[in-house]
């Protein structure tokens, strides 16, 4: 244990040692160049690092996870389309994209109007109150979906009728006389998502109300006194003066949540990884690398994710042009 | 901020330059009605309950977790508070070798947060206060790459990684820098784009080269944006799963998130008693900084996405 101590400390010194060495070199080679030279290559020397790290590890990645899905599951002979016909006309396959998109309708929607839903509430109560019915709210972003796993298992558990519940829905459920039921695994209608998705919610909904919240304060009250002296109720007030003026954060909201939605495995993996037709995307990648060893059919996976995402990448870089124009 | 919550802010910090500080507070000053509070109440308590059923069968010995619910402490509560216990903490460090975890944890994440923040400093004072061609394309490449996920990685660089031989923490700490970098310099960029330019002018004319601009003036002042970036991307490595199966794996080097996951909740023999207490220890130290840091964290993202 001591041991252990002492070597982690010397690798993490290590490592932030030879970050902050990187730049004096960087920072000496430019001020070694002759006058002019110095000031045109410094700039590149600052951001070489960053894009080094995102070529590395974003861009040359992307590249080659294209063409490792049309190679087979060890990468050595070109498959062609096999990959993705092989995925796609599976069924199971299908099933994991039905998920997949269940999860993108429901969980962004959700997030959005339970965060405005809160945020509007807690604004009108004390600040203390306010304050601490938001921390509340927002707590379980810093725990991990591990730690929420073992949360959420727990409340979920299931035991054989006429043995004492732990899980506390199931001893809900028992208190009023029905049979307790195996939740993850009630697979009719997909309702064994469901319950994994409330445990997304519950871990997203405080993000979703802080950033909306403070939307809201920053509505000018002007309006909402001019709306008020035109005789509207406080329902049309919301909607059709409040929500317009907060709508750019509740897009935000809503593409973060989605992204995120998309690329979802930690909560699947820990609870179910799958099993009892709940598998998602990330989960199907990660299964396909390694417990099939396949990474064709992993790459093929990804490179369906990346071709989902490009329509919200597009709509980001033309927001933030627009922003940056409005200056 | 599992894995889920990297893109979170994503997309959410947007330029900072724009919140309506000024504005006075909401329409609503403190009129909540009955049924307000009776909602909100209802809210926090669904919110609350899970977490506090974790953290009471934490304390409770193993026959009495696995044979009866949390909540019945509370009908007999002198019976079942005197058989409470930290044996259950021991035992899950010990056992199940979280007390290796938690130190993988820490070694994991600090230099995980601490280099891709210098890193992004750097590439950001570049694009706010550095003329160079293609400065606009080349950041605009950086808000297009904000929501690639993270997947594209792994296949192409666990065979990078073999073919150089590259193990250990080295492996996360470098994937971390790579898919924190976009959006740490657009945190760090948009921030510093609100710095005042005539400050940073002045200093240029009395001498000071870029480099003593960048930690004397610019660093300091970007402490706000630095500090949310940093609970940012701490929370995420933390709690990160995903990267740390796939570069690093069950093991010596395993982090806390993957030791709970395959010593605890894989097992199918541990009683609730140690995966309540594994799971609580893997929360304390996120939970310890997001409520010490909460103003700084909620800062970083409001100031951000307000306009939206």
Known sequence: MGAKIVTTIITVLIGVGAALALYWVLNKIAELLPGRWEGRVKPFLYILPAYAAITFYLIYPAIRTVFYSFKDASSTNWVGWQNYHDLLTQHTFQQTLINTLLWMLIVPVVTVALGLGVAVLADRLTARGESTAKTLVFMPMAISFVGAGTIWRFIYAYRPEGQPQVGIQNAIVTAFGGSPIPWLEQSQFHINSLFLMIMLLWAQVGFSMVLLSAAIKGVPVDTLEAARIDGANERQIFFSVVVPQIWGTIMTVFVTTLISVMKIFDIVYVMTNGNFNTNVLGNEFFNQLFTNFNNGAASAIVAMLMLATIPIMAYQVRHFRHEEAMG | ?308
């Open chain 2, 1 to 308: 901020m599992s894995s889920s919550t990297q893109t979170v802010a994503g997309v959410a910090t947007a330029t900072p330059r724009t919140a309506r500080r000024g504005a006075p507070k909401g329409g609503n000053p403190a009129n909540a009605g009955w049924l307000t509070r009776l909602v909100l109440a209802v809210v926090c308590f669904l919110w609350v309950v899970p977490t506090f059923g974790l953290l009471v069968t934490s304390f409770r010995p193993l026959d009495d977790a696995n044979n009866t619910g949390w909540w019945t402490i509370f009908a007999h509560p002198i019976n079942y508070l005197q058989n409470f216990t930290f044996s259950n903490y021991t035992d899950a460090l010990q056992q199940a070798h979280l007390n290796i975890a938690f130190i993988n944890s820490i070694a994991i994440a600090l230099p995980a947060t601490f280099i891709p923040l210098l890193i992004a400093a750097f590439a950001a004072y570049a694009f706010t206060f550095m003329e160079f061609p293609g400065r606009n394309f080349l950041f605009l490449a950086v808000v297009s790459l904000l929501i690639v996920p993270n997947y594209v990685a792994f296949v192409p660089i666990l065979q990078a990684y073999k073919n150089l031989g590259l193990t250990g923490f080295a492996t996360v700490w470098l994937a971390h820098i790579g898919f924190g970098m976009s959006l740490a310099i657009y945190i760090l960029r948009n921030y510093m784009g609100t710095l005042p330019k005539t400050v940073i002018e002045s200093a240029k004319i009395d001498g000071a080269s870029h480099f003593q601009t960048f930690y004397r003036l610019v660093l300091p002042m970007s402490v706000p944006a630095l500090a949310s970036f940093a609970i940012f991307q701490f929370l995420w490595v933390w709690n990160d799963l995903l990267v740390a199966l796939v570069f690093i794996g069950p093991g010596e080097n395993a982090p806390i998130t993957v030791a709970v996951k395959n010593n605890l909740i894989g097992q199918a023999g541990q009683g609730w008693n140690l995966v309540t207490a594994g799971g609580f220890l893997s929360m304390i130290v996120p939970i310890i900084v997001f409520l010490s840091l909460q103003r700084f964290f909620v800062r970083g993202l409001t100031a951000g996405a307000v306009k939206g």
